[in-house]
T-cell receptor, first 115, second 106 residues
């Protein structure tokens, strides 16, 4: 777990502001998954990225949300014009890649509160 | 039909009881993970399975690839096992079960 780093751990934003959440995968991992947990709900897949590519974004809201995983640096989940309903815990996980052993490591999450 | 079905949703047990949580799925997977989440806490992967059975302490996880079914067993349960247990499928994306909220009473 310690290998996947997420920051910030806690983020407070007012409605209409932007939230940026960062995920640094395990060393050598080129695949990142973002998912979120709304209060009192289960985990929901958002987006799956390889470096410089979005593989599957079927779980991500069409508006205000975007994700990237650049060649260098962490993966970023960006939420524009946040609303109260965006308050949730956002987690990421990383893996070496498809066709591998299925190894997956999880970050500790970033908790977003929208006032 | 949901891609993954997890049962039961809630489970209470007395300390020492044997516990089983089930996960059935309908998609092809490269691996299945059993996850543990304590209240307000992060997520820990307990097991990664692609076939057969794994054991770690009092925890045992099995998977039957042909039947697309996995189980997580806790032997001699303890109050500190109280948590939410989630099965997660690594397929073309990451698919989560709804979770099982376990409470073990002394």
């Amino acid at each position: 777990n310690a290998g996947v780093m997420q920051n910030p751990r806690h983020l407070v934003r007012r409605r209409g502001q932007e939230a940026r959440l960062r995920c640094s995968p395990m060393k050598g991992h080129s695949h990142v998954y973002w998912y979120r947990q709304l209060p009192e709900e289960g985990l929901k897949f958002m987006v799956y990225l390889q470096k410089e590519n979005i593989i599957d974004e079927s779980g991500m809201p069409k508006e205000r949300f975007s994700a990237e995983f650049p060649k260098e640096g962490p993966s970023i989940l960006r939420i524009q014009q946040v609303v109260r309903g965006d308050s949730a815990a956002y987690f990421c996980a990383s893996s070496p890649g498809q066709g591998g052993t299925g190894e997956l490591f999880f970050g500790e999450g970033s908790r977003l509160t929208v006032l | 039909k949901n891609e993954v079905e997890q049962s039961p949703q809630n489970l209470t047990a007395q300390e020492g009881e044997f516990i089983t949580i089930n996960c059935s799925y309908s998609v092809g997977i490269s691996a299945l993970h059993w996850l543990q989440q304590h209240p307000g806490g992060g997520i820990v992967s307990l097991f990664m399975l692609s076939s057969g059975k794994k054991k770690h302490g009092r925890l045992i996880a099995t998977i039957n690839i042909q039947e697309k079914h996995s189980s997580l067993h806790i032997t001699a349960s303890h109050p500190r096992d109280s948590a939410v247990y989630i099965c997660a499928l690594l397929s073309y994306k990451l698919i989560f079960g709804t979770g099982t909220r376990l409470q073990v009473f002394p």
